[in-house]
């Protein structure tokens, strides 16, 4: 069972790599890999064995769930790392409900960033793309990858530092 130092770690953990992604478009290593090892330490000490199994298991399905987004290039690998740290800090199924979050944040600000660049007709082409890419089982082209320099970005690490952050106050104020 994760108690409420895992939640203080994610929060903390959260608004700092949500402030560097904010700022450098980046979540470095030296944040997440001390990060996702600090989450297991907590959750151990504070629960013993219950905990690190928690703890390992939070990691490593957050590391697997977005796995497939890092190596078709949609997501960086600081926001998966981030989520890998995350899932140590909070174990499975509180995770879950961050990635949802997480996941409805990113697309309200995506939705912002795509009507203040005037953007909506390509949006929906690389959906088109995406969606083809699915159905045919193919990665999709090099325009809606990271990697294209004229595609609008989202800072994922600013909507999971939202969301960890609303649902670490929730959780304070004893609204669960």
């Given at each position: 069972?994760?108690?409420?130092?895992?939640?203080?770690?994610?929060?903390?953990?959260?608004?700092w790599?949500?402030?560097?992604?904010?700022?450098?478009?980046?979540?470095?290593n030296?944040?997440?890999?001390?990060?996702?090892?600090?989450?297991?330490?907590?959750?151990?000490?504070?629960?013993?064995?219950?905990?690190?199994?928690?703890?390992?298991?939070?990691?490593?399905?957050?590391?697997?769930?977005?796995?497939?987004?890092?190596?078709?290039?949609?997501?960086?690998?600081?926001?998966?790392?981030?989520?890998?740290?995350?899932?140590?800090?909070?174990?499975?199924?509180?995770?879950?409900?961050?990635?949802?979050?997480?996941?409805?944040?990113?697309?309200?600000?995506?939705?912002g960033?795509?009507?203040?660049?005037?953007?909506?007709?390509?949006?929906?082409?690389?959906?088109?793309?995406?969606?083809?890419?699915?159905?045919?089982?193919?990665?999709?082209?090099?325009?809606?990858?990271?990697?294209?320099?004229?595609?609008?970005?989202?800072?994922?690490?600013?909507a999971?530092?939202?969301?960890?952050?609303?649902?670490?106050?929730?959780?304070?104020?004893?609204?669960?």
């Open positions: 069972m994760i108690q409420e130092s895992g939640w203080l770690l994610a929060v903390f953990l959260a608004l790599a949500g402030v560097l992604d904010w700022r450098y478009r980046r979540i470095p030296w944040l997440t890999v001390p990060g996702l090892l600090a989450g297991i330490a907590v959750n151990t000490v504070t629960n013993g064995w219950p905990g690190a199994k928690g703890s390992l298991l939070g990691a490593g399905l957050g590391l697997l769930l977005l796995l497939p987004f890092v190596v078709i290039k949609a997501l960086g690998a600081g926001d998966w790392k981030l989520i890998g740290a995350i899932g140590a800090c909070l174990g499975t199924t509180r995770l879950i409900a961050v990635l949802i979050g997480s996941m409805l944040v990113a697309g309200v600000m995506a939705i960033l795509i009507i203040y660049k005037g953007r909506a007709r390509q949006a929906l082409v690389n959906i088109g793309h995406m969606l083809r890419a699915f159905l045919t089982m193919h990665l999709p082209g090099p325009e809606v990858s990271l990697d294209n320099p004229d595609s609008v970005k989202i800072p994922f690490g600013v999971v530092a939202l969301t960890v952050i609303l649902f670490g106050v929730r959780r304070a104020l004893g609204v669960v």
